[in-house]
């Protein structure tokens, strides 16, 4: 896509799943990239494939973003590269399927400082640079849990709401600046956040995963439009319409069965 065209984008969470396939199809257009997870050797092994295969520049960063000064850590880092960051690709995220009393409340604090805390840290230390320079780009990733309040899926389904409310909010505020805003919602993807979340791929809810390639695909192209909101595939129109009308204790008891919980 012209659009990503000699454009420097940073990608958090960029050493696996949907991380991964973002940077191999940035690459692919062009981009120069800005890589970032904890996980240094998986970042350095896709650096070396993204350069050696497009010839493009590849800047890694080792980050914890789920500690409270990560997004200030790779802000200062990018800083003293003198790099200008075009585009923000807020990709970093876990979650965590089980009754809510069984989690930790430490995993649900990392949680919620990964999944809103940083997107929006991040969003609000690159922005105002992208606002100057007249062009620039955010997409957030989401998640079809975002759509209703999912019983075993609490604390994730809330942190993703937020990030659909706040995409919306700001890519409405940022129209006439030249900054797109869109936020990805994906449905279930074949990728570690699987296991990391502790899903059982026989739940409805986990069946017919979808490619992390299909899925990246869809964000770039919902970004480089200024789509607001991007689905990863046609058939979420219906449980997006359905979050829209049905009250939310029909969705609650739905979200149960969905989980395979009576």
Partial sequence: MQY????????????????????RQLASYGA?????ARRRDRLESL????????????????ADLSDLNGPEFLFREIEKSELRID??????????????????????????????????????LFVPRMIEQGHGGVLNISSMAGFLPIPFFSVYSATKQFVINFSWSLWNELKGTGVNV???????VDT????????????VAFRGLQSPESTASKGLSGLAKNVPMKLSRSLLRIPYLFS?????RLGLLIGRLAMNKQ
């Fill in 4 to 23: 990503y065209h000699n454009k420097t984008i940073l990608i958090t969470g960029a050493s696996s799943g949907i991380g991964i396939a973002f940077c």
């Fill in 32 to 36: 120069d990239l800005v890589i970032t």
């Fill in 47 to 62: 650096a070396q494939e993204l350069h050696s295969q497009y010839d493009c520049r590849v800047m890694i960063i080792t």
């Fill in 87 to 124: 585009i923000l690709i807020n990709n970093a995220g876990f979650g965590y399927n089980g009754a809510f009393v069984n989690g930790n409340f430490e995993m649900y604090e990392q949680m919620m400082q990964l999944n809103m805390n940083t997107l929006v840290k991040l969003t609000r």
């Fill in 182 to 188: 869109s936020v990805l919602c994906p449905g279930p």
């Fill in 192 to 203: 570690d956040f699987i296991n990391v979340a502790n899903v059982d791929k026989r739940k």
């Fill in 244 to 248: 829209r009308w049905v009250p939310v």
